[in-house]
């Protein structure tokens, strides 16, 4: 064999060798992730149930029903709606895994824009999974996208017309879950997701619902509170009960002129009362240092706590930063808070979720103690 | 002399007794019917009908109030605070929303109406964009009823030192029943 | 089939690119050829 025949076999060894390893680890990332149904659960389901067509796809996803057995309200929980939104996505998934219904059901789809869990936002360095050590074992969660994964839905328009508003919105918005609502069934994958959610609103004759999220510590909306107009009231009481736990969250109405987003859509188009939550996420603004895992869980960050000393800051951030535990806290507290209020407001309707975490418990043990 | 010492003692007496109705003479009354508004389009107007429910002051809330809303009122409240999503909702734009809040301050002035100031949000109802509003409607006030958080560098205290207008200064929206209840005399 | 089509025109420079790695004598220009085919292949794992 001749000398340059021998480099060339070496050559492709080694490319075989970082293909490999590559692609193995890019594999992963369609590896679902592992929650562990807690005592609550009284059955999962595939959101498939509500709309066939997603059965077999990467849209599909599961969703945890609660029922206590007791009549009571119906509630709905969304995480995962942005999979690079951890603290709504870890909310879902500590509910799932921790509390109990003892009056009226719980429903909660941890991962609803389950496909986006597969992919990452190019440009942004986000790393791919991160961990947490639960009460049994170091569990291993995907840290993903924004928005759906593009491969199922390629290649997207140059302007993206919402159903059935019409509004017109930069392409890679069609494959954003909270700009696809009500959704239909012949449109997009996303737009399917969101009628499916719909459907699943409207069979299971869910009576509140809760979208959770997370946005840069720089955005004006943050720990915050949206709500359709319908919920005001319920949203104000809520906030109250917040402050007396020395949560201070912001109250925002739903724009009525901004189409597609679950707090306006499922408000119009069902009976249910919506609201939407966001907390301060890090890794997500744009005034960030090093992106890592210890910027999903620890969420400190010095160019933070500057801007915050700057004065430019409409949250409080001092060098502890903004741990997961704190955000995941924080969601809790205003689920907690808005079941209370709801119940105020229709006391024949209620829901009483049992276990969910006070916010001090959770900040000081961590979310993982409530993981199993 | 023994008469005199009695009538000094009497008017000392009645001094004390009295003592409290001179201060609140030093704070503004406010009085019923209530119009409360918006100076900003954020949802703290709602949260500020809540805080008026709980201290037994009835209120109209009109968010987008105009001149005309201010016939048969005595107090308007400008609850103070800017919010993008708010003014989505309305339907504005941030100018014709500074307008429209000029226009309620300056009726309010004709109608020799007592004007009072609320600002609930903390810092996210401060910043840039909020600033002007939250300027705007405490300078034309008598009464600033502001949670502390959003005047850590003395925003409104300084308004209220400047063109000597009382505030009350509260840790907690919750803690802001009680100085709403005292402004009405409950 | 936008899957199928890429495997088949991956596969056809993949042939082209082994050609001239076997064929090319400078042990550089060798290094470039195979690093080509990196992103070749993992681009079918993308596109699934």
Redesign the interface.
Known sequence: MERHHIVALCALIVVGLVCTIAGREFLTMYQPDEILAGPGVTEVRLLSTYFGPLAGTASDTKVYIMDSGKPGATALVLGGTHPNEPAGFMTAVLLTEHVVASEGKLIVIPQACNSGFSCTDPLEGYPQSYTIQSKSKLRTFRFGARASNPVPEWPDPLVFLQYPSGQQLSGNEVRNLNRSYPGRPEGTATERIAYAIMRLIEQEKVDIAFDLHEAAPEIPIIDAIVTHEKGKDIAASALFTLEMENLQYALEMSPVNFRGLSHREWGDNSHVFPFLMETSNPIQGRLRGKTGTSLIIQGVDERYFEAAQLGTMRITYDLAGEPLARRVGRHLRGLNALFGAYAETVPEKRIVIENIPSFEAIVRQGVGQYLN | MKRSAILILLACLMLVLFEGSLLGQEKAKFEQPVLITSAGQ???V??A??LFKKANVQTKALPLAKPADLDGIKTLVIVAGF????L??A?ISREQELGRVQSMLQAAKEKKLKVMTLHI???????N?SDDFNKLAAEASSYLLVVK?GDE?QFFSKIASEKKITIDLVD???DAVQPVAKAFGK | MLHWTYILIAAFVFVLVLRELFAERNWRTQIALALVLIPLILRILHIK
Not at chain 2, 83 to 86: Q, R
Not at chain 2, 121 to 127: D, I, L, S
């Open positions: 954020s949802a703290d709602t949260i009908g809540m919010s993008s999503k708010g989505g909702a339907g949000g903390g810092k996210a109802r401060r910043g964009q958080q560098d907690k929206i919750a």
